[in-house]
């Protein structure tokens, strides 16, 4: 028998790539998946298994991360080897729209899988989907030695997740694990992140079909890798014999005016005819620079990122480029 893992978040970015990568391993994986009246599961449609197959590897349940009674009987119906929580409201804008919403999910709901862990009292492993945010106004690079400054509601809910994980390790003794990944990207990211919004726009300003593009900061500078590849280090992280917490990074920065200027640069554009800035994507507070020292994770887990945000920007382009023609 195969390993078994529970992944929330499992129809979003990471978790379609992590379930993928699980599925390719021999795992028995399920997913947390909230109900709506639509479908929202178009990221993992392809490896979507009937329910009705005899002994299917890939099961997904409703639920939410902040019904805590649900998250119990879920760990306590699947038995998980291993939990990844990647589930989040994850738009660093929105959640100063909706900063209690944020806190409720990412915060509480991070707590709320681990007391069901530990309440369980099986031997689960525990990952949590930190983030470079976290780091805020602190000056890069940024490792796990760095001061955490979060500047927003979003970070802040993601600093609580955190240190609770990190007490839940240390107090009572749980495989548990932060993996601080730095910004990641592909052509499964949702359409409102700048890197999809900028390639996505690119695809259709090529194809005449929209003529400008508006975005907000186009100096904050990010370190841009391939979310394909930083699920691997997710599953590394648990593999090691002593839980801790990891930095994932390329250790490359760039601007949201050099991503642009790539990605329209790929179907023979100038950036410049067609980018304007709009004051309502202005963050109340902007963080100015993330740029990971990914030292840790290559040393301990043998992992170090192979795309970077040029050949990154490009890749994401053509997929849009593709995904419009259909």
């Known amino acids: 028998m195969g390993k078994v893992a529970f992944i929330t978040g499992i129809t979003g970015q990471d978790g379609s790539y992590l379930a993928e990568f699980l599925l390719e391993k021999g795992y028995e994986v399920h997913g947390l998946i909230r109900r709506a009246s639509t479908f929202n599961t178009g990221r993992i449609d392809h490896i979507f298994q009937d329910p009705h197959v005899p002994n299917p590897r890939l099961i997904l349940h409703y639920g939410d991360l902040i019904d805590g009674v649900g ?10 080897d291993e939990v990844y929580n990647l589930g989040a409201q994850s738009h660093v804008q929105v959640s100063f729209t909706m900063p209690q919403y944020t806190g409720q999910v990412d915060a509480v709901g991070a707590v709320g899988l681990l007391e069901a862990i530990r309440s369980a009292g099986i031997n689960t492993r525990f990952y949590q989907a930190s983030t470079s945010e976290l780091f805020g106004s602190t000056p890069p690079p940024q490792n796990e030695n760095s001061v ?7 970070a802040a809910a993601k600093l609580m997740a ?65 979310a394909k590849e930083y699920v691997e280090s997710m599953w590394l992280m648990l593999q090691q014999e002593k839980s801790s917490d990891y930095v994932v990074a390329t250790g490359v920065g760039a601007t949201v005016k050099d991503f642009a200027a790539a990605a329209f640069a790929r179907v023979g554009l100038n950036w410049e005819d067609h980018v304007e800035t709009d004051k309502k994507y202005i963050r109340p507070t902007e963080v100015d620079a993330l740029i990971g020292d990914a030292s840790k994770a290559e040393k301990a887990l043998n992992w170090k990122a192979k795309t970077h945000w040029k050949e990154l920007a490009e890749l994401m382009v053509d997929a849009d480029v593709e995904a419009l023609k259909k």
């Open 71 to 80: 998250l119990t009987n879920l760990i306590r119906e699947i038995n998980p």
């Open 162 to 226: 955190y240190w609770c994980t990190v007490n839940y390790r240390d107090g009572y003794g749980m495989h548990a694990t932060n993996g601080i990944l730095f910004n990641h990207e592909s052509p499964r990211r949702g359409e409102t992140f700048v890197t999809r919004k900028i390639t996505r726009a690119v695809a259709a300003i090529a194809a005449g079909k929209q003529e400008k593009l508006f975005l907000g900061n186009l100096t904050a500078v990010r370190d841009w890798g391939f």
């Open 148 to 154: 955490f400054r979060p500047q927003s509601p979003y």
